[in-house]
């Protein structure tokens, strides 16, 4: 549900977070527990092949870790929007004038610069399509029960 008060949009996100990184992180400590029990069992060159293989894969878990130093997942919380500005849990953020708005799989993702901002857990797709407006710049305003979007240039 969205509720409107002096040009601030306030939703409540009921999402669930999708971030792999646990998923690398538990393969890497399986695919250690393999090569240590290859280095145990196994002759050398097999050891040599499984380190090879799990220093790959710590290089492929350090350009995951990097990449998601660069994306930030909000899906759960109270989220206020204005324009070209949000705030969740106390901790609000503005935009540039150059950040590209998108909507991607029920997700409004903010790419501003390098850093990457993802919003989701909207109840529906009209609150998904409002908050995306907000984000791009339109104003908020209410008449009744109804709630209008304006331009910015009537401000």
Request: overall charge neutral; aromatic content about 12%; charged content about 15%.
């Amino acid at each position: 549900m969205v509720q409107v008060a002096d040009g601030v949009a306030t939703f409540e996100l009921s999402g669930n977070a999708r971030d792999g990184m646990i998923w690398w992180a538990l393969g890497l400590l399986v695919l250690g527990l393999v090569v240590a029990w290859v280095c145990f069992t196994m002759p050398s060159t097999y050891a040599i092949g499984a380190m090879f293989g799990f220093a790959v894969m710590v290089f492929l878990f350090n350009i995951q870790k990097q990449k998601a130093k660069h994306r930030h997942i909000f899906c759960v919380g109270t989220l206020k929007l204005s324009p070209r500005r949000f705030e969740i849990d106390q901790k609000g953020l503005a935009f540039s004038p150059n950040a590209q708005i998108t909507i991607n799989d029920g997700w409004v993702v903010v790419t501003d610069g390098q850093i990457q901002y993802q919003f989701g857990g909207f109840v529906s797709e009209q609150e998904l399509m409002l908050a995306k407006e907000i984000l791009s710049g339109r104003a908020v305003a209410t008449r009744f029960a109804n709630i209008r979007l304006n331009d910015t240039d009537q401000l």
